[in-house]
């Protein structure tokens, strides 16, 4: 019993000083364990660990609908991934980008102000709301946790705004507010997703990690998942699935180009293209894909490929 007891201790203890290992990294998770949350992105990763899901499907997955992308996660097992309710700056700027994630909580003094002592030995510059700016990458797009704070609860206004313009050239999504719409609605190409818009400042709220598991609303939210806002709301698509969100809506925008166009020249009826369709339809839709490739909204290179894939 008393061997049992001292093995018990010595667990504990070596729980312990994991805890106070990751503490010491200064509120950013290490590369190790964002890789081990990602496991099953299998592509190049930033040397903070998170998933580096290419630039190109990136640039494509600005036109995918966010119900094309819920609808493919959905498939996959994934039913915690969208959060609506934003106040967005615009309605039709989309977002997309690499989440950075970052945690807020209510300040708590013996806490915030290790973590402060903690930034100043590591050179950090500024207040802590200002760290994850410095940390950002073209692609990327800040997001935040700010516990649905509105009234002195802005994480920024148009000076950090036009700050994390420059360095991502995406926009944010923060679970609080922000200030200065009218200077941030000048940003050319941002975009921001917060619950309210106030004019305080923000006071009584610690940063607590950075590139750690977050919550949005109803969605989980890892470092290096792919943001997708649009106007009815925001999907954070796992890294390992960025590629099939974006292909599956590619195939299916071509399957409705497709449908509209041959509806209009009346050469099927409306329950032939909304059921299955029959050989004959997809061997037209095949030879419709290679006399149209050049004009087609979708890469002609991701054309060569579905009809490499299609038997018709």
């Known amino acids: 019993m008393k061997i049992k007891c001292e093995s ?31 496991s099953q992105w299998e592509g190049d990763r930033f040397e903070d660990g998170r998933p580096k899901v290419e630039n190109d499907i990136l640039m494509r997955m600005k036109n ?52 402060e002592r903690k930034g100043k030995e590591e050179d950090r510059i500024g207040n802590p709301n200002s760290w994850p700016i410095d940390m950002l990458q073209e692609n990327d797009v800040y997001v935040a946790d700010g516990f649905g704070k509105i009234v002195n609860g802005t994480l920024i206004g148009d000076n950090l705004g036009n700050a994390i313009y420059a360095k991502s050239k995406t926009g944010v999504v923060f679970n609080a507010s922000s200030r200065d719409m009218a200077g941030l609605s000048k940003i050319e190409g941002f975009n921001a997703f917060v619950r309210g818009w106030h004019p305080s400042y923000l006071t ?65 009826t409306p329950g032939q293209i909304d059921n299955k369709w029959t050989d004959e339809i997809e061997k037209d839709f095949s030879e419709w894909l290679t006399e149209h490739m050049d004009e087609l909204p979708v890469p002609k290179e991701q054309i060569q490929e579905l009809l490499k894939q299609r038997t018709w």
Not at 91 to 104: C, F, I, K, S
């Open 64 to 115: 995918v609908s966010i119900e094309e992308a819920w609808g493919v996660l959905r498939n996959e097992g994934y039913h915690n991934q969208f959060e609506g309710g934003w106040e967005p700056l615009h309605d039709d700027v989309p977002v997309v980008g690499r989440a950075l994630t970052v945690q807020y909580l209510p300040n708590r003094p013996d806490v915030s102000e290790q973590i």
């Open 204 to 268: 009584e709220v610690m940063l607590l990690s950075i590139n750690a598991p977050i919550r949005i609303g109803a969605a989980t939210v890892l470092p290096g998942d792919i943001v997708l806002g649009k106007k009815e709301g925001v999907v954070f698509i796992p890294s390992h699935l960025a590629e099939k969100v974006v292909v599956t809506s590619e195939v299916v925008r071509l399957r409705d180009l497709f449908g509209i166009g041959r509806l209009k020249e009346g050469k099927y």
């Open 8 to 38: 018990m201790n010595i667990l504990k203890l070596a729980l312990i000083l994991i805890m106070v290992c990751d503490i010491a990294t200064a509120q950013t998770t290490s590369r190790e364990q964002i890789v081990f949350l990602t």
